[in-house]
């Protein structure tokens, strides 16, 4: 009986040599990390146009600019939906008015005050359409109205993406695979195996004009005045490495 207690106690110390020698190994063997940046780029077409404008008239007696400003409103409006753009798309806005005025000054430049000229009344309307190209051209004929007498005022169309959500997520994707396809070139480069992903942080989500130059900014960019976009992101991969 004591020698069979000998034996099991021999066998437990040299159990405990053995996991107490792995301990110290692993304890010092060297830990690394690796701290990449992939990222995920696409060019695409916006889908979605927006472009306003806004007319004007002006006149003494307030109830006259307003029926001018009525009659121009119809003629934008029938000029518009026969270009194809329904009514339904056309949104005009509430009607603000500009009482107007003269500076009076005498001839050696006092300031004698003002004199009551009339009244400006101005209208803007805004159109939202997935038909791109065909509110895109409108935007660019719209002075024909200036032969009916009609001051309209083009600005620029704003172009915008509906799937943006989507390719957010196809731009995490692609940035993610390249940041670990680089860790991977580093590990193996220098005779590591990569391990274990300990944190991933997502940059800033960039949109802007294809071939534009246009500077990304710490905030974002987004392009609104071109059509065509390249969309980029950024994720920072921090890896263990053995």
Do not use: C, H
């Amino acid at each position: 009986m004591k020698s069979i207690t000998a034996i099991i106690f021999s066998v437990a110390i040299v159990l405990a040599a053995i996991v107490l020698g792995n301990a110290i190994i692993n304890r010092n063997r060297a830990q690394g990390t690796i701290n990449v940046t992939g990222l995920g780029e696409s060019n695409f077409t916006s889908d979605l146009i927006v472009w306003d404008g806004n007319f004007s008239r002006n006149s003494s007696d307030i109830q006259t600019a307003y029926a001018n400003l009525e009659k121009d409103r119809k003629a934008v409006t029938e000029y518009l939906e026969s270009k194809g753009i329904p009514a339904s798309q056309l949104v005009f806005n509430a009607v603000t008015t500009n009482p107007q005025y003269r500076q009076n000054y005498s001839d050696d430049g006092r300031y004698l005050g003002q004199t009551f000229t009339g009244y400006q009344l101005n209208q803007s309307l805004q159109i939202e359409s997935k038909e791109v190209e065909k509110v895109e051209k409108i935007s660019r004929e719209i002075t024909e109205l200036l032969n009916q007498g009609i001051a309209f005022y083009s600005q620029q169309p704003r172009y915008y993406y509906t799937e943006l959500e989507s390719l957010k997520l196809e731009m995490i994707a692609k940035a993610t695979e390249d940041a670990r396809v680089r860790a991977e070139k580093i590990a193996e480069n220098s005779g590591s195996k990569l391990d274990d992903l300990i944190s991933a942080n997502m940059g800033v989500f960039q949109i802007t004009g294809q071939n534009s130059g246009e500077d990304y900014s710490w905030g974002g960019a987004f392009n609104t005045s071109s059509k065509n976009k390249t969309a980029s992101i950024t994720m920072k991969l921090v890896f263990e490495v053995d």
